[in-house]
């Protein structure tokens, strides 16, 4: 069965930095995709980052500011989010699966995910 559980979320400061975690069970992170979405209230889900076969991909409104990054060893994949906007407040949820290249950035190129983790940006 998989697995995946977020956590680290909470509230910051405009400006300032958070670091998500998302530990996956019963599939390795390296098979096909894995990647952050986030959802604002009122809002559809949109995706933020992913990392598919070696290349990152990121969302254009996080790009410079947001990284992901993995350890193998921990099965375990990070969003670091820096210079933290209020525009980033919304539920962030990882995903696994094995999306083609032309659903990488869809919701429905996804078959895995987690339970999400709130991230409150103060102004």
């Known amino acids: 069965q998989v697995q995946l559980a977020e956590s680290g979320g909470g509230t910051a400061e405009t400006g300032g930095s958070l670091r998500l975690s998302c530990a996956l069970s019963g599939r390795s992170i390296s098979d096909g995709a894995m990647a952050w979405f986030r959802q604002a209230p009122g809002k559809e889900r949109e995706f933020v980052t992913a990392f598919r076969m070696g290349n990152t991909y990121y969302a254009d409104s996080v790009k410079g500011r947001f990284t992901i990054s993995r350890d193998r060893a921990l099965n375990t994949v990070y969003l670091q989010m820096n210079s933290l906007k209020p525009e980033d407040t919304a539920v962030y949820y990882c995903?696994?699966?094995?999306?083609?290249?032309?659903?990488?950035?869809?919701?429905?190129?996804?078959?895995?995910w987690g339970q999400g983790t709130q991230v409150t940006v103060s102004p």
């Open positions: 995903a696994a699966g094995r999306p083609i290249l032309s659903t990488l950035r869809l919701s429905s190129g996804y078959s895995y």
